[in-house]
């Protein structure tokens, strides 16, 4: 009968669920056993044998961290970075591409080959620098906004959804006497909240994430962005945990409650937990987004 489920069906599902637990399983324990040796006394961890949850539950190794100068400061650098820059590389993404979406525009195929050319040549670390420098961002907050202002590839999926909008809608605004600053903000942007909510998560994880222009162009510790303090705190763990098998033998007997393990996992869920917080809130444009940005009908 119609509608009815078969034992074949049946099967498919318990198979399909099984399957779909098992990718949940393997994607999601590194993560839970990376949060449990976080959590755990680094003494009790050389043991080994942490699976499921801590044995000797500690924050000794966030305490550790937070304890740090630099870190309450980073955080701030970082929340605004993500805040300031986010919202700015998506209106010059969503400009540019309303833009390029023209095909009437002079010179159109030579812009598109033009940025299409940045995607895969680049003039190096050295030439970045002198021109960065040359522009008097270096030691700047600015430094961390403008170089990466637009991304090409994301430049790409925002005009290939503006062109996949039905034209009607643009000639019916210029019929009331819109110009094409008005069509872009009161019709086009409205209409790709999806692809343009889906870069903004992109957008903000990569300004969260970023490290290497807070250690290449910044001086002043001020400047320094989360993700470099941490790196700079891992660093000088690692250091400190290279010791002979003697000395790790004489700490262990001393219930020392963090050491460079530890550390590693805490800045693991500090530098992760944050950012992995948002995407909640717009997961449900995430997949109408980038697909109607990728495909070209």
């Known amino acids: 009968m119609p509608g009815k489920s078969t034992l074949a069906d049946k099967s498919f599902d318990v198979l399909m669920y099984a399957f779909l637990f098992l990718v949940f399983a393997v994607t999601f324990y590194p993560f839970w056993n990376i949060l449990v040796v976080s959590l755990n006394d680094a003494t009790d961890a050389v043991r080994g044998g942490l699976y499921l949850w801590p044995r000797e539950f500690t924050l000794e190794s966030y305490r550790s961290i937070l304890r ?33 979406s023209k095909r009437e525009l002079i010179a159109w195929r030579f812009f ?3 940025f299409i050319f940045t995607m895969y040549f680049g003039g190096g670390l050295i030439p970045t620098y002198m021109i960065i420098k040359s522009l008097q961002l270096i030691d700047s907050f600015w430094v961390f906004v403008f170089p990466g202002l637009i991304g090409v590839f994301l430049m790409i999926l925002v005009r290939t959804y503006i062109e996949q909008l039905p034209p009607e809608l643009e000639e019916s605004a210029k019929i009331d006497g819109a110009n094409d600053l008005q069509i872009f903000a009161s019709v086009v942007l409205p209409l790709c909240v999806p692809v343009l909510a889906t870069i903004a998560l992109f957008i903000g994880i990569g300004h969260w994430n970023s490290w290497y222009d807070s250690y290449i162009y910044t001086y002043k510790p001020e400047l320094k962005t989360l993700q470099a303090v941490l790196v700079k705190i891992l660093n000088q763990y690692q250091t400190g945990a290279m010791v002979s ?16 393990e530890s550390i590693r996992m805490a800045v693991t869920m500090v530098s ?15 997949v109408k987004g980038i697909m109607m940005g990728a495909i070209k009908s």
């Open 68 to 100: 740090n100068s630099e870190l309450i400061g980073s955080v701030k650098v970082t929340v605004l970075r993500t805040v300031v820059g986010t919202p700015l590389s998506v209106l010059a993404i969503a400009l540019m591409a309303y833009a390029l």
């Open 112 to 114: 598109t080959l033009f």
């Open 245 to 260: 098998e003697a000395e790790a033998l004489a700490k262990s007997s001393k219930r020392i409650p963090v050491s460079g």
């Open 272 to 286: 992760t937990v944050p950012i992995m917080l948002v995407y909640p809130f717009i997961q449900r444009f995430f």
